[in-house]
C-alpha cells in the first residue's frame, strides 16, 4: 500500500471490518482484529485474521499496539442501565500513548451526527444538530479520536447494505412496514464494497483530521427504497404507515434512524478518495442478490 502499511488493527472487527480485513490480507497487509466473542474470534482466525477477545481496547498489550500503524474503530455503542454512549471516552486516552507508529487512524461514525436538515444537502461543513442520543454519542467518540493527537479521521457512513446484509429477505416474508413521512424523509445508503474501497484510498493518501460522508448518489426516502426493491424481486408491497400509525406500531430504534430528514453529500468522497462508486445506488449493489432470490423462487 502506498503508505506502507504492515499491520492494521481493526477494533470491533464486525462486517464492515471483515470485509476490509480481506482485502488488506490480499494486499499482504497484517490484520489483527478485536471482539467480545470466542466464536466470533475463532471465524476471524480462520480467515487469516489475528483474532483477541476483549471487553475493551485497553486490554491490549501494549506490544500488541505498538506492531500497528493503522487503526480502524468499528466499535458500536455501548449501552447500560442509563442508555448507550461512546465508550471511547473511556478507553481511547489509555491507549493513545502506546499507539506509537501510527500512521493512520480512522473512526466509523454515522451521518446521524447531522440530526434533521429538512431534506437539505448536507455535506461535511454542515452544523451537527443530533436528534437522538446514538447521534450525540457518536459525536462524542468522533471528538475523542479527532482531539487524542493521532493521526485520526472521521468517516460517516449512511445506511450499510451488502449481499450479506439487506431488506431483501424481510420484505419477501411480506408484511414489512415503512413509514410514508409527510414531507417526505430523504435517506442515504453506501454499499459495503465502497466503503472498503473508501478506507483503503484513506489509508494510501491520509489526511489528519479530515471528515467524510460515505453516501452513494441515490438518497431516496426509506417507503421509495422499499417498495422499489419489493417490485424488483416481486415480494408483497411493504406496508406503507402514516405518521400517526408509524409512531404507534413501530420501535423507537427504527423511527428514529428515519425520522430526520437529509440528503448526504458526497462529493467530498468522490473528489477525495473515488471518483466513481462501484456501485452509485442500490439498484446496482444488490443486482446479483436480487438475481439470486428471483431464481429461488
Request: some cysteine.
Amino acid at each position: 500500500m502506498a503508505q506502507s502499511i504492515r499491520c492494521l488493527l481493526i477494533l470491533g472487527c464486525g462486517y464492515v471490518g471483515e470485509k476490509l480485513a480481506l482485502a488488506c490480507l490480499a494486499q499482504g497487509v497484517q490484520v489483527i482484529g478485536t471482539t467480545r466473542h470466542q466464536a466470533r474470534a475463532l471465524e476471524l482466525k480462520k480467515l487469516g485474521i489475528e483474532a483477541f477477545v476483549i471487553s475493551s481496547p485497553a486490554e491490549l498489550s501494549d506490544a500488541v499496539l505498538a506492531r500497528c500503524d493503522a487503526v480502524l474503530d468499528s466499535i458500536p455503542l455501548s449501552r447500560d442501565a442509563n442508555g448507550m454512549f461512546a465508550s471511547q471516552l473511556q478507553w481511547l486516552p489509555q491507549i493513545t500513548a502506546k499507539c506509537s507508529k501510527l500512521k493512520w487512524a480512522a473512526y466509523l461514525s454515522t451521518t446521524g451526527v447531522y440530526g434533521d436538515a429538512d431534506g437539505a444537502w448536507v455535506d461535511e461543513s454542515w452544523p451537527c444538530k443530533p436528534t437522538s442520543a446514538r447521534g450525540t454519542e457518536r459525536l462524542l467518540a468522533e471528538q475523542a479520536w479527532l482531539n487524542s493527537g493521532l493521526p485520526a479521521e472521521v468517516f460517516r457512513l449512511a445506511g450499510i447494505y451488502g449481499a450479506e446484509r439487506n431488506v431483501l429477505g424481510r420484505l419477501k416474508a411480506g408484511g414489512y412496514k415503512a413509514v410514508a413521512w409527510n414531507p417526505p424523509h430523504y435517506s442515504s445508503r453506501i454499499h459495503v464494497d465502497d466503503i472498503v474501497a473508501a478506507l483503503i484510498a484513506a489509508m494510501q493518501q491520509a489526511k489528519v483530521g479530515r471528515l467524510v460522508n460515505l453516501a452513494d448518489d441515490m438518497p431516496l426516502p426509506h417507503s421509495e427504497y422499499v417498495c422499489a426493491l419489493a417490485t424488483m424481486i416481486g415480494a408483497p408491497d411493504p406496508v406503507i404507515l402514516s405518521e400517526y400509525e408509524g409512531n404507534n406500531q413501530l420501535s423507537a430504534a427504527v423511527l428514529d434512524f428515519f425520522r430526520d430528514n437529509k440528503r448526504v453529500s458526497n462529493r467530498m468522497l468522490h473528489e477525495d478518495l473515488l471518483p466513481e462508486l462501484k456501485y452509485a445506488d442500490f439498484r446496482l449493489g444488490l443486482r446479483s442478490a436480487i438475481d439470486k432470490l428471483i431464481d429461488e423462487q
